[in-house]
């Protein structure tokens, strides 16, 4: 009788087994529902780490469970939730992968390191219900499907950049930004911490760095139509790292394996430095103030403008070679992490040609243009770099005009500067702007914040990446980041927002197997995500549930046509200047905008009759504009 009763409850259990795919991002190796009942999460469960490094890991996942349960965990060496670090380490799942097993009656994770136990804690934390996440005790089921994984990661890099030079963010908002990195496996923070706009790195030895170079007179709104700095106008707006803040920083964020990639962008990009120190710069200008974001290049398409005020350092100045050498003594103090990023990008020329001292230079080391002569600064700074134990990395302009002999590449131009360093036997970070780039239109322009961006890069195209180019080494591609420059970007609220989900997409690219990628398996689980969000209180985007409309001229006659990029959506629009909602006109097909400069469409996309994202509205003009192909 007790063996039939087994029998009954184990197909009963079967029958509750989910038949949608699971909700971890990024996506495990191998995941597979078991036929056990869920472990049930109590007060009086145990949770343990076989040593003092799983202690440490076991003890991080304990305090996130305890913020929304209230359950309070004494850490031990065994628990029902226990992690353990092998003693015969697993050749499948290396350094930074992981096994773990749930049933009725406990929880293992196993890894070879406490960077493979803090990643299945996290995937532990996924397989909890999303109330999980939130900040402040709530009631919910707290159970855990009965699975068994096995995971580890597709690439050894994977990172996100987050610029703090356009707008400054506090120590806690930083953190807060690395938090979320972390759930996802990331481990790699890129910390762009210099450009036009801000120095924001204490360096003791050149104090103007922050007393002048972090601060800009304040200017708010439209980035890129500020006025510039008024003559007598006081510098108001400031922000920078103090050196122990940076040391707390990069503490915190090592406790998550993440490493601090540091960038100090030179030679241009420098306004701040050049305000700050005149005397760096071919003009030597003392008038150049820090840039509040007004206009201060002309660009021209193809990477090709001209700066009106001199952002760049001079390269035949041996001054120059000095401050660097003092800057980049202390960066490499503060950041343990083996490289150091030097920019290189979108580096004008124009006033090294007409330098009298660049002119000299290039004479006496034989150099046939700017491009070299950007080089041989680059060859200069690396060898700086080494000299204080770190390699350098660069954007893909450092290849123009020769290749330092052991920079990496970051190519954020497309794939090929990357293509091309790998080919050199360089090591490459793909971060395309066609991609990765966060900070570039998601959306309809209509209803998203920024509706000038130069560019679109929407969730699925995120999600269609693959970072190793046909025909290349992979053991060159050190893996990828997404990018978030923060000229429109004024809050961490709004960091958050350009920041998932395509996020959680980029982390399927870096972490994922490439053969496990599947557009609508991966739109499930970030619906998912979105509700732990929810609970968090964090910000995200819901951009591809928004209707994407383009025209079409059939016979003279003007036809919308609208798509979502999350497949699954029912869509209904008005041209009566009503809001739509689900008992208006149900999209089937192209819809024929009638002639008239008041005609306004307006649509809206549903599921199970519930709005899933924003009514865009536009005009019969702009559909005009959208007009793809004229038919005769």
């Not at 490493?259 to 005149?278: F, K, M, N, W």
């Not at 202390?330 to 006033?351: N, S």
Request: proline residues 6%; aromatic residues 10%.
């Amino acid at each position: 009788m007790q063996k039939h009763l087994v029998l009954l409850a184990l197909v009963f259990v079967s029958s509750l087994l989910p038949a949608q795919n699971n909700n971890i991002i990024p996506q495990p190796v191998a995941f597979t529902y078991t036929r056990s009942l869920p472990f049930k999460l109590t007060a009086a469960t145990t949770i343990g780490g076989n040593n003092a490094e799983a202690q440490r890991v076991a003890r991080q996942l304990a305090d996130q469970i305890s913020r929304a349960t209230g359950f309070k965990f004494t850490i031990r060496k065994q628990g029902a939730i226990q992690l353990t670090l092998n003693a015969t380490p697993n050749a499948e799942i290396g350094d930074e992968g992981y096994t773990l097993s749930v049933t009725n009656t406990g929880v293992k994770i196993n890894a070879n390191k406490a960077a493979g136990l803090f990643y299945g804690a996290q995937t532990l934390l996924q397989l909890l219900p999303p109330e999980i996440e939130s900040a402040e005790v709530v009631s919910a089921k707290w159970t855990i499907p009965a699975c068994k994984i096995t995971d580890y990661p597709r690439f050894g890099w994977r990172g996100m950049m987050l610029d703090v030079s356009r707008h400054f963010f506090s120590k806690e908002d930083v953190k807060r930004y690395i938090d979320r990195m972390a759930r996802y496996k990331y481990n790699v923070f890129h910390w762009h911490l210099t450009d036009d706009e801000g120095w924001r790195i204490e360096i003791k030895s050149l104090p103007k760095l922050t007393q002048i170079g972090a601060c800009r007179v304040p200017r708010y709104g439209k980035w890129g139509v500020h006025e510039a700095p008024k003559e007598g106008e006081a510098a108001t707006d400031c922000g920078f790292y103090t050196q122990d803040e940076i040391r707390e920083i990069v503490a915190y964020a090592a406790e998550r394996h993440i490493q601090i990639l540091p960038e100090i962008d030179v030679p241009g990009h420098s306004t701040a430095v050049v305000a700050s120190y005149p005397e760096l710069s071919c003009t030597q200008d003392p008038n150049i103030k820090v840039s509040p974001g007004y206009k201060f290049a002309e660009w021209y398409g193809n990477g090709q403008f001209k700066m009106l005020v001199d952002n760049t350092l001079d390269p035949s100045s041996e001054q120059v070679y000095s401050f660097l050498d003092k800057v980049f003594t202390e960066v490499a103090a503060l950041f343990p992490f083996g490289y150091i990023h030097a920019g290189g990008d979108e580096c004008y020329h124009g006033y090294w040609e007409n330098d009298p001292d660049c002119k000299e230079l290039m004479a006496k080391e034989g150099l046939k243009t700017t491009h070299e002569l950007q080089s041989y600064f680059t060859k200069r700074v690396e060898k700086i770099i080494q000299s204080k134990g770190k390699k350098l990395m660069g954007w893909d302009e450092i290849l123009e005009g020769g290749l330092a002999p052991e920079a990496a590449v970051m190519s954020w131009r497309g794939l090929e500067g990357g293509i091309e360093a790998a080919k050199l036997g360089h090591y490459v970070v793909m971060s395309p702007n066609d991609y990765v780039y966060i900070d570039l239109l998601q959306g309809e322009p209509a209803v998203e914040p920024d509706q000038t961006s130069y560019k679109t890069v929407r969730l699925q195209k995120a999600y269609s990446f693959e970072p190793v180019p046909e025909g290349i080494d992979p053991k060159f591609i050190l893996g990828g980041q997404a990018n978030l420059w923060t000229e429109k970007v004024p809050t961490i609220r709004q960091a958050e927002y350009m920041t998932y989900p395509r996020a959680w997409a980029i982390a399927d690219l870096y972490w994922s197997q490439k053969e496990a990628r599947n557009w609508d398996a991966f739109t499930q689980r970030m619906e998912n995500h979105m509700e732990r969000f929810d609970h968090a209180g964090a910000n995200y985007a819901r951009s591809a549930f928004d209707p994407i409309v383009t025209g079409s001229m059939v016979n003279g006659k003007l036809f919308a046509n609208i798509t979502t990029e999350v497949n699954g959506l029912d869509i209904y629009y008005t041209l009566d200047e009503s809001i739509p909602d689900k008992y208006s006109r149900k999209y089937t097909g192209p819809v024929e905008i009638p002639d008239g400069k008041a005609v306004t469409l307006k649509v809206a996309s549903f599921r199970n009759g519930q709005s899933s994202g924003k009514m865009v509205p536009l005009s019969r003009d702009e559909i005009v504009k959208r007009v793809k192909r004229i038919d005769p």
